[in-house]
């Protein structure tokens, strides 16, 4: 499709823990493979999308910076196509990703919002919470500390007080789930998706895989983990996506965490010819 002229905006160094090579390794994949099919990609980093540098109709993105995402939706609203959305984006921080899961009832671990500053033992005692995840409500993870495992509610009474003192206001806990951890990839509408398990390939950003260790190869429906992340990718606007998520020893799966346009470092050669068509399939869609 020629004639094309895309924008790919990086995502920021800040936004990518122990992850920069990597994020930046997909998206240089993917403007490849668009270039190879006749469009015309310039790549910026998110201080030249916030200074007002590109001017593309279609932009392709990684964003996390706030500013970034507002900016983003901003030019959704005035006509230009962006991939991932802003409002996508946007969905899939911790507090509005837990209401719009739970809301369509797409599987996910019982969860309570809270303000950081919150008396919570009794909340927690009452729900029938013992271990469980406390997780930052405001945007994805940045540092280790914004995903924390906790094993009774005066623990994590201790740790919602260092998030206040932190300056986070709002947090959401997980009840931990028991079972294997999987980790998945997929782009909207192409049929890719890919799983596999990640304390046993030794891939991880903080080394919280190690909680739930090593898979048992519990059985499960693929198809199933299939639907489940795809109806997350479209409840969420998200097309191109990741995430995690436990297979309980009965076989159930729920989505603990998704992600949008995440490193693909497993699978990133199989995945770039998948997001480049899913992009061009919107641009197509678009121009009818």
Same mark, same amino acid.
């Given at each position: 499709?020629?004639?094309?002229?895309?924008?790919?905006v990086?995502r920021?160094?800040?936004? !990518? /823990?122990?992850?920069?090579?990597?994020?930046?390794?997909?998206?240089?994949?993917?403007?490849?493979?668009?270039?190879?099919?006749?469009?015309e990609?310039?790549?910026?980093?998110?201080? =030249?999308?916030? !200074?007002?540098?590109? !001017?593309?109709p279609?932009?392709?993105?990684?964003?996390?910076? =706030?500013r970034?995402?507002d900016?983003?939706?901003?030019?959704? +609203?005035?006509?230009?196509?962006?991939?991932?959305?802003?409002?996508?984006?946007?969905?899939?921080?911790?507090?509005?990703?837990?209401?719009?899961?739970?809301?369509?009832?797409?599987?996910?671990?019982?969860?309570?919002?809270?303000?950081?500053?919150?008396?919570?033992?009794? @909340?927690?005692?009452?729900?029938? $919470?013992?271990?469980?995840?406390?997780?930052?409500?405001?945007?994805?993870a940045?540092h280790?500390? +914004?995903?924390s495992?906790? @094993?009774?509610p005066?623990?994590a009474?201790?740790?919602? =007080?260092e998030?206040?003192?932190r300056?986070?206001? @709002?947090?959401?806990?997980?009840?931990?789930?028991?079972?294997?951890?999987?980790?998945?990839?997929?782009?909207?509408?192409?049929?890719?998706?890919?799983?596999?398990?990640?304390?046993?390939?030794?891939h !991880?950003?903080?080394?919280?895989?190690?909680?739930?260790?090593?898979?048992?190869?519990?059985? $499960?429906?693929?198809?199933?983990?299939?639907?489940?992340? =795809? +109806?997350?990718?479209?409840?969420? +606007?998200?097309?191109?996506y990741?995430?995690d998520?436990?297979?309980?020893?009965?076989?159930?799966?729920?989505?603990?965490?998704?992600?949008?346009?995440?490193? $693909?470092? /497993?699978?990133?050669?199989?995945?770039? /010819?998948?997001?480049?068509?899913?992009?061009?399939?919107?641009?197509?869609? @678009?121009?009818?």
């Open positions: 499709m020629a004639n094309i002229k895309i924008a790919a990086m920021a160094g800040v936004f !990518s /823990p122990n992850h920069i090579g990597n994020d930046a390794a997909i998206l240089n994949a993917v403007v490849e493979q668009l270039r190879k099919r006749g469009c990609v310039e790549t910026y980093s998110e201080e =030249q999308l916030i !200074s007002g540098e590109v !001017s593309e279609v932009i392709v993105n990684m964003c996390r910076e =706030q970034s995402i900016l983003l939706q901003q030019y959704e +609203d005035e006509g230009r196509l962006v991939i991932n959305s802003g409002h996508g984006i946007e969905n899939c921080t911790r507090e509005r990703m837990t209401r719009i899961l739970m809301g369509h009832n797409i599987p996910y671990p019982e969860s309570l919002t809270v303000d950081t500053d919150e008396v919570v033992k009794t @909340r927690l005692q009452k729900a029938g $919470f013992t271990n469980c995840w406390i997780k930052r409500g405001d945007g994805c940045m280790k500390e +914004d995903v495992y906790v @094993r009774h005066e623990e009474q201790e740790v919602l =007080q998030y206040f003192l300056g986070i206001k @709002r947090a959401v806990i997980n009840k931990h789930l028991v079972g294997d951890l999987i980790k998945f990839y997929g782009v909207s509408g192409t049929g890719f998706f890919y799983w596999f398990y990640p304390y046993d390939e030794g !991880s950003k903080y080394g919280l895989e190690a909680i739930n260790g090593k898979s048992q190869g519990i059985e $499960f429906d693929e198809e199933r983990l299939k639907k489940i992340c =795809q +109806d997350a990718s479209d409840v969420l +606007d998200v097309k191109v990741g995430g998520c436990i297979i309980s020893p009965d076989g159930s799966i729920r989505i603990i965490d998704f992600n949008d346009w995440p490193s $693909f470092a /497993p699978c990133r050669a199989a995945a770039a /010819p998948h997001i480049a068509k899913c992009i061009l399939a919107a641009v197509k869609d @678009r121009r009818k």
